[in-house]
């Protein structure tokens, strides 16, 4: 997948200022998943929270700013964007990480699953 060079710097830095919501589910959960999770993962011209290769699995993190109207279109663009290249986009809220914690890990951990074995 080609990356965009301008965001690559950008990717960087956030990659070493994750939110607490993305470093919660990135030391709990995705460092330690049997496939290989990138973290701030250029796509295009966007830079995704979690991306596996393997699955096709684009996972992002939407703090309150994502629920504006604007906000909505604009995920809603990046999604469709993501969906043409034949990937999968799960979209947890914030507080989800915190008060379903379990439940995020189970749901990322099935779409693997189901797109592992679709791509074999």
């Known amino acids: 997948m080609e990356q965009n060079k301008t965001l690559k710097t950008r990717a960087q830095t956030l990659r070493k200022?994750?939110?607490?919501?993305?470093?919660?589910l990135w030391y709990q959960f995705l460092c330690r998943y049997p496939l290989r999770f990138r973290k701030q993962y250029v796509i295009g011209n966007y830079?995704?929270?979690?991306?596996?290769?393997?699955?096709?699995?684009?996972?992002?993190l939407d703090g309150s700013q994502h629920c504006t109207p604007a906000e909505k279109e604009y995920d809603n663009?990046?999604?469709?964007?993501?969906?043409?290249?034949?990937l999968t986009v799960l979209r947890f809220s914030n507080l989800?990480?915190?008060?379903?914690?379990?439940?995020?890990?189970?749901?990322?951990?099935?779409?693997?699953k189901e797109r592992t074995t679709q791509n074999v």
């Open 47 to 60: 830079i995704v929270d979690f991306y596996c290769h393997q699955a096709k699995l684009v996972i992002e």
């Open 77 to 86: 663009r990046r999604t469709a964007y993501l969906q043409s290249l034949g």
């Open 96 to 112: 989800d990480i915190f008060k379903k914690f379990d439940n995020v890990c189970a749901a990322i951990d099935m779409a693997v």
């Open 17 to 24: 200022n994750l939110t607490k919501e993305e470093a919660h």
